[in-house]
């Protein structure tokens, strides 16, 4: 089970930490990674272990995990407006490549998501 925290309302230029805590296995045996998604639009890659991020967040969000807490951090700074969306983290049992950790339907397991909105 992935339970996400840490969104919130944000002006423009501010940061926020999520976190996605799991219960169960220990989340050093999954793929992980943060997905985000607005309404009307398909889930869309954020980042994941060992520094893959999806372009529009180089240089602005970190992908961060504690293996002993069994948490993992998506650090966001820097926001813009059109990083507001629902963000999700994500567990797969598979080994991923670089390419493939982008992809959602490739993940097993889901959290419930965490609502991230940026003002302008």
């Known amino acids: 089970r992935l339970v996400e925290s840490g969104g919130g309302l944000v002006q423009t230029g501010g940061s926020l930490r999520l976190s996605c805590a799991a219960s169960g296995r220990a989340f050093s045996s999954y793929a992980i990674a943060w997905f985000r998604q607005t309404a009307g639009k398909e889930r869309e890659f954020v980042a994941a272990r060992g520094g893959v991020r999806a372009d529009s967040v180089q240089g602005r969000f970190t992908f961060d995990f504690d293996n002993d807490k069994n948490t993992v951090f998506l650090q966001m700074n820097s926001l813009k407006p059109e990083d507001t969306a629902r963000y999700y983290c994500?567990?797969?049992?598979?080994?991923?490549?670089?390419?493939?950790?982008?992809?959602?339907?490739?993940?097993?397991?889901w959290g419930q998501g965490t609502q991230v909105t940026v003002s302008s």
């Open positions: 994500a567990a797969s049992h598979a080994i991923l490549s670089t390419g493939q950790v982008r992809e959602a339907h490739r993940y097993d397991y």
